[in-house]
């Protein structure tokens, strides 16, 4: 009902907008079969999320016991590799200037590392094609122009700020190419991924 009222009727609320996305994307998800009392959340994955300054507050620490924290007894084990976090900083750098509107620096990376580089490292035809050629026919693939165009409408309704931006300009799309085939090494995954699956020989 609200995909066909939106049409003819500005609600004025962006609030109402976003929750009709999340359940339009957690609806398929869900399962309602009538021999269960619950709903099924199983397919439920979550994959990133975003923290909100909700402003400052007072933790009122004056008042009532003082509970202590135990300190820290030795360094922390985990920790991201320094090649990694030199290429997020890089896709980050080239990504700034291409979208606009309240981004934030992680909704772009996830957009372009996870959502948009995630889809196209889906695509049979392109991991074959980074299997058996080398970087530069690759970038000169339309497959790979397509498939960067396709993965653009499937990341829509969750990501419909950037997504629209991106749809709206070639260059944009050709910018974007330019980080996926440099910071966020799409030819490269592929071509891992398309060795290591033993795929067959393609001109």
Do not use: C
Not at 13 to 34: A, G
Not at 131 to 158: C, H, R, V, W
Not at 161 to 188: C, F, H, I, W
């Amino acid at each position: 009902m609200y995909t066909f009222l939106s049409q003819i009727f500005d609600y004025g609320n962006t609030e109402i907008e976003k929750r009709f996305i999340f359940y339009k994307v957690l609806w398929p998800l869900l399962d309602f079969s009538s021999e269960r009392t619950t709903i099924d959340f199983s397919q439920v994955v979550l994959t990133h999320h975003a923290l909100k300054d909700k402003g400052k507050q007072g933790l009122n620490l004056g008042i009532g016991p003082n509970p202590t924290l135990q300190p820290l007894t030795e360094t922390g084990s985990g920790s991201v590799q320094e090649k990694e976090k030199a290429l997020l900083r890089e896709i980050i750098a080239k990504v700034n200037d291409l979208f606009e509107g309240e981004l934030t620096e992680d909704d772009k990376l996830v957009y372009v590392n996870d959502v948009i580089k995630g889809k196209l490292l889906e695509s049979e035809l392109l991991m074959q094609q980074a299997a058996n050629n080398t970087k530069e026919q690759f970038a000169n693939s339309p497959d790979l122009t397509n498939g960067i165009l396709y993965a653009i409408m499937d990341a829509l309704a969750a990501h419909s700020t950037m997504s629209k931006q991106a749809l709206e300009s070639e260059k944009l799309r050709n910018d974007l190419k330019d980080v996926l085939l440099g910071p966020a090494q799409l030819y490269e995954s592929l071509r891992a991924k398309g060795v290591s699956s033993g795929q067959d020989v393609v001109g």
